[in-house]
């Protein structure tokens, strides 16, 4: 949460799959600057292709007895017992049906090979690096 005094905008993290692995020194900035990222053009302008899933994410941010959390279409994210990608992995109908993965995971079934259309829509007036997209 960037809106918060305590924000730390400079952090490095690490997505760790084996964790005695090393990982690489945090290379710090000592200067940031605002940049609009919907002012970027394409080189050469493509017409969208058509979509076979269209999957809405609305985004929003609170604080509950000091805690951040992040909120995803009215939802707080809680991991499943089985990490889902171990779940995805497996055969048979329960690997593609959402329940399989819990009710706090906020999960997505897709067909392999999907063309998605991703719409974020961020609800939060705070400071983050999120842009509302609509």
Same mark, same amino acid.
Request: proline share 10%; with cysteine.
């Given at each position: 949460m960037f809106d918060? *005094?305590? !924000?730390? *905008?400079? &952090?490095?993290?690490w997505l760790i799959y084996n964790p005695s692995a090393p990982k690489p020194e945090a290379e710090l900035l000592s200067s940031f600057y605002d940049f609009d990222d919907t002012d970027l053009v394409p080189l050469q302008a493509e017409p969208p292709v058509p979509y076979d899933a269209l999957v809405t994410a609305v985004v929003n941010f609170t604080s509950i007895d000091g805690i951040n959390y992040a909120i995803v279409n009215n939802q707080t994210y809680e991991a499943p017992t089985v990490p889902?990608?171990? /779940? !995805? #992995? /497996? /055969?048979?109908e329960d690997s593609t049906s959402p329940w399989v993965y819990g009710n706090t995971t906020n999960s997505f079934i897709l067909n392999h090979l999907d063309m998605v259309w #991703? &719409? @974020?829509n961020n =609800? =939060? =007036?705070?400071?983050?690096?999120? /842009?509302? #997209? @609509?």
């Amino acid at each position: 949460m960037f809106d918060s *005094p305590s !924000a730390r *905008p400079n &952090v490095t993290s690490w997505l760790i799959y084996n964790p005695s692995a090393p990982k690489p020194e945090a290379e710090l900035l000592s200067s940031f600057y605002d940049f609009d990222d919907t002012d970027l053009v394409p080189l050469q302008a493509e017409p969208p292709v058509p979509y076979d899933a269209l999957v809405t994410a609305v985004v929003n941010f609170t604080s509950i007895d000091g805690i951040n959390y992040a909120i995803v279409n009215n939802q707080t994210y809680e991991a499943p017992t089985v990490p889902a990608m171990f /779940t !995805a #992995l /497996t /055969t048979g109908e329960d690997s593609t049906s959402p329940w399989v993965y819990g009710n706090t995971t906020n999960s997505f079934i897709l067909n392999h090979l999907d063309m998605v259309w #991703l &719409v @974020i829509n961020n =609800d =939060d =007036d705070g400071g983050h690096p999120c /842009t509302t #997209l @609509i």
